[in-house]
């Protein structure tokens, strides 16, 4: 906003001065130059007015150090209203959740198999048993893949698996594990996702869960994403961010 004030110590000339910013009017009217019948005028006034008449001039001035105050408040408060991204450890945390849950239903399934007798459980134990004693060799593995009754089972834990991720973070914008951790799930422009945006991000999941034959690159992304995203978030458009009343 521009200031001009009239000077009535000038008798010959152009009596008008400025322009000048509100400022400098202050620190006239501190000196003693701008009195309380001094006219001035601003752009947006209608006509020139004396100081005393002004808004300005019944506003207080801060301090040096109430400034600084003000300033400070003002930043604290425009953290606050921003977002608090979940990190890698917190993400990490609820996905062990979430896993110990699903393993716990994968369980379920397999006794409720193996007292239909659609599974032996013994014999899967030791098909797992030598896998496990030798990781590498494809012939452990498929031998545990191909063992009778588990092609239904890994059909049947997929899509529960499938249910359990779209459903909850759907409905409660968070599963288990992340409602544990006080996290939720939501959209870039930080909406609640759709049961559409929900699938779309547990299948990209799946690719970053395929990631972890690279070092998991999918997700170490996130320590060093700014907005703590891992690969499935940047596809799906979303981010994982601290509730409200936790932050």
Not at 142 to 150: C, E, H, R, T
Not at 168 to 192: C, D, N, Q, R
Not at 217 to 232: F, S
Request: aromatic share 10%.
């Amino acid at each position: 906003m521009i200031w001009y004030y009239i000077d009535e110590s000038v008798t010959d000339g152009e009596r008008r001065k400025g322009p000048y910013n509100i400022d400098e009017i202050r620190d006239f009217v501190k000196k003693d130059i701008i009195k309380e019948e001094t006219l001035v005028w601003h752009s947006g006034m209608e006509s020139w007015t004396h100081w005393k008449d002004t808004e300005e001039s019944k506003e207080v001035p801060l301090s040096e150090e109430e400034q600084i105050k003000a300033a400070l408040e003002a930043i604290i408060a425009e953290h606050n209203k921003g977002k608090h991204y979940a990190g890698f450890l917190i993400r990490g945390i609820a996905y062990l959740v979430d896993n110990i849950i699903l393993s716990i239903i994968g369980l379920l399934i397999l006794m409720t198999m193996s007292k239909t007798q659609l599974i032996d459980l013994n014999a899967i134990g030791e098909a797992m048993n030598a896998y496990v004693n030798n990781p590498t060799s494809d012939e452990a593995l498929m031998n545990v893949l191909n063992f009778p009754g588990m092609h239904v089972f890994l059909i049947i834990w997929g899509l529960l698996q499938a249910a359990y991720y779209v459903t909850f973070t759907a409905i409660k914008a968070a599963t288990p594990g992340k409602m544990l951790v006080h996290v939720h799930v939501e959209s870039a422009a930080g909406e609640k996702i759709s049961w559409i945006e929900s699938a779309i991000r547990f299948i990209a999941s799946l690719f970053t869960q395929c990631t972890l034959a690279f070092y998991g690159l999918g997700y170490l992304i996130v320590m060093i994403d700014p907005k703590r995203r891992a690969l499935h978030d940047f596809v799906a458009h979303t981010r994982v961010v601290y509730n409200k009343k936790n932050k």
